[in-house]
């Protein structure tokens, strides 16, 4: 009966250390900046996300394009019709591949700097990257991805520059830049 228990201990840690993670959108942020040159620049997020990382550390990301807030609900309707184009491009997604080797060797609330090499594919287009990223260990069920630098997404090469430029007219601006600063705090949890 002792190595019964034993055994089934045994077998629930292991499930539970090579159990998927799913991404708390709710907990979580993905941000970018927009600069209007001298007018300023304007904080957008994206509200709905959905992702997840395999037992082999493959991670996707899923964003609804839709859920765009700019804080502004006229804006946030020209960015999806004229810049997203949300009803051909309704999502982009994010891959990317963790080494969970040191992020599970972590202890409760300690944290590990790493390069995350990922692909965004958004309208239509694909790009590499290489962020750099701080994962921090939460506690048992849960981890932290956090950007130490912002992404530096440039829009032409997602073919976005036309919407740019309408959105830039509409709004009577000198300019619209296309190099657009992106951050992410992303929070995993074992469900």
């Known amino acids: 009966m002792r190595s019964l228990f034993a055994f089934l201990l045994a077998a ?3 499930a539970s250390a090579q159990a998927a993670w799913y991404l708390d959108y709710e907990s979580s942020r993905l ?3 927009t600069g209007r040159g001298a007018a300023g620049a304007d904080n957008n997020r994206f509200l709905v996300m959905h992702g997840s990382v395999d037992d082999h550390g493959k ?4 964003i609804e394009l839709d859920s765009v807030l700019s ?30 080797g040191p992020i599970f060797g972590l202890a409760n ?16 287009a694909s790009r590499a ?7 921090t260990r939460l506690d048992e069920r849960r981890f932290q ?17 036309p919407g740019v430029e309408k959105l ?17 705090v992303l929070i995993f949890a074992q469900r």
């Open 12 to 14: 629930c840690f292991a």
């Open 31 to 33: 941000n970018f900046v």
């Open 59 to 62: 991670a996707s990301l899923r």
């Open 71 to 100: 804080g502004v609900p006229l804006r946030d309707e020209r960015i999806r019709e004229l810049l997203f184009e949300t009803e051909r491009y309704p999502e982009a997604t994010v891959d990317a591949q963790l080494d969970l």
């Open 109 to 124: 609330g300690a944290q590990l700097e790493m390069p995350l090499p990922l692909r965004l594919d958004l309208h239509g």
């Open 129 to 135: 990257y290489r962020a750099e990223v701080l994962v």
């Open 145 to 161: 991805v956090v950007t130490l630098s912002p992404l530096i997404l440039d829009a032409a090469d997602f073919g976005l520059a």
């Open 168 to 184: 830039r007219k509409l709004a009577g601006l000198q300019t619209i830049n296309l190099a657009v600063p992106v951050g992410a």
